[in-house]
C-alpha cells in the first residue's frame, strides 16, 4: 500500500517509523511518501 501525505510539517510524520506502522513499513507492506507543501510555494510565507 502506498500512502502520500501532504503537509506543511512533514516533520510530524516522523513518529510513524515506530510501533504497527514501523513495523510495517521495514516489513514493505506500506509505504509513506512524505510531500512538503512549503517546497511548492511561491514566497517566503
Do not use: C, Q, R
Not at 513518529?15 to 511561491?42: H, M, P, Q, R, W
Amino acid at each position: 500500500m502506498k500512502i502520500n501525505v501532504l503537509s506543511v510539517f512533514p516533520e510530524i510524520f516522523d513518529a510513524l517509523k515506530y510501533g504497527v506502522v514501523g513495523k510495517a513499513i521495514t516489513k514493505k507492506l506500506i509505504t509513506i511518501n512524505l510531500i512538503d507543501l512549503k517546497e511548492f510555494s511561491l514566497n517566503s510565507y
